[in-house]
């Protein structure tokens, strides 16, 4: 017992470690007042922007805005959900042609943009529960039969959709209150849509 218990460990020692590492907290970008602060600060410069910005400048940033929209969606799509979506634009265009109806019919703006969002939103529910029956590739075929369908379509549907030609529709002013040119208007909300997908 005495053998035993004169037995000692033998002392373990540790790399030593910087205090700059345990006291500093969490990393530059994990701390909330960035985690908030660059978000809104993103908002409040692409909604500064479009005001003091060229025309030719605002229509290039509306039209990035755009396709931020059509890639944000299809990351929502594929990169969250891992669903195969190959009709993606399909969506993008329906929008687009709500937008451009609403817009050469001189429908308000507000209503423009919630039938811009509701509509579409509405066709990939019919679509997605028509395609929830089916899984795997079935799901990627229904999809790219989309655009497929949506062009004979449009071409068919030429009063509401311009035909083979397409709808072209601007703004004949910006919207009241906003003190701004008809593209600094549209640049705006292609961002605000683009920064309500990403949420």
Same mark, same amino acid.
């Given at each position: 017992?005495?053998?035993?218990? *004169? ?13 700059? $590492? ?7 970008? @994990? =701390? ?47 990169? %969250?959900?891992? @669903?195969?979506?190959?009709? @993606? ?11 451009? %109806? ?53 071409? =068919?549907?030429?009063?509401? $959709?311009?035909? *083979? @030609? ?6 004949? *002013? ?7 040119? $008809?593209? +600094?208007? +549209?640049? $705006? *909300? ?5 920064? +309500?997908?990403?949420?």
């Amino acid at each position: 017992m005495a053998s035993s218990s *004169s037995k000692t460990s033998a002392p373990t020692t540790s790399a030593p470690t910087s205090s700059a $590492t345990t006291s500093s907290g969490p990393s530059f970008r @994990q =701390r909330p007042w960035v985690r908030w602060g660059a978000p809104l600060l993103l908002v409040v410069g692409l909604a500064v922007l479009p005001l003091v910005m060229t025309e030719g400048a605002n229509d290039t940033l509306a039209r990035i805005g755009v396709f931020a929209v059509a890639v944000l969606g299809l990351n929502v799509v594929m990169g %969250y959900t891992g @669903q195969v979506s190959l009709g @993606q634009i399909f969506f993008l265009g329906f929008g687009a042609y709500v937008t451009a %109806y609403g817009v050469s019919q001189g429908w308000n703006i507000v209503l423009v943009f919630v039938l811009t969002c509701l509509l579409p939103a509405l066709a990939g529910l019919v679509v997605a529960l028509a395609a929830a029956r089916l899984g795997g590739l079935a799901i990627a075929m229904v999809t790219i039969a989309l655009p497929i369908v949506g062009v004979p379509l449009a071409k =068919r549907l030429s009063d509401y $959709t311009g035909g *083979s @030609q397409g709808l072209s529709a601007r703004f004949v *002013s910006a919207p009241e209150g906003a003190g701004s040119t $008809t593209t +600094s208007g +549209s640049c $705006t *909300s292609c961002w605000s849509s683009a920064a +309500s997908c990403s949420c």
